[in-house]
């Protein structure tokens, strides 16, 4: 089966503080779910405004990719009722401040060897 690199570059962090979890996904089956995830990372966020991660050995297919700033480092998405108070982030980065995008919304072919993601940080 052949594989691929996956370059994510975040873009529109404001705080250099804190961890930003990335979450790449397979299947709308399990798109958002807290452990439905291809491939999940916590990575600590050094760098403003702008860090790149990248998910190494990715077999070819269609993936979506998700990802908040956990700016306290709490280890969870904090939300002021049910807006969230943390930053997050969508592939293809698609408009979606009153609900979660879809799958098929975020979704994008890996089958090259390397794709590169830019995801842009939206704040509420």
């Given at each position: 089966m052949s594989q691929s690199t996956v370059k994510v570059i975040i873009k529109n962090i404001q705080k250099a503080e804190g961890k930003i979890e990335v979450g790449l996904y397979?299947?709308?089956k399990y798109w958002l779910e807290a452990t439905g995830q291809y491939r999940m990372d916590i990575i600590d966020c050094t760098d403003a405004p702008e860090m790149i991660y990248v998910f190494?050995?990715?077999e070819h297919g269609t993936y979506g990719f998700s990802l908040y700033h956990d700016e306290n480092g709490n280890g969870k998405m904090d939300f002021r009722?049910?807006?969230p108070k943390e930053p997050y982030g969508f592939s293809n980065n698609p408009?979606?401040?009153?609900s979660k995008p879809?799958?098929?919304k975020c979704t994008f072919e890996v089958n090259q060897?390397?794709?590169v993601i830019e995801v842009n940080l939206h704040y509420w």
């Open positions: 397979d299947s709308d190494e050995n990715v009722t049910w807006i408009k979606s401040k009153w879809s799958f098929k060897p390397e794709v």
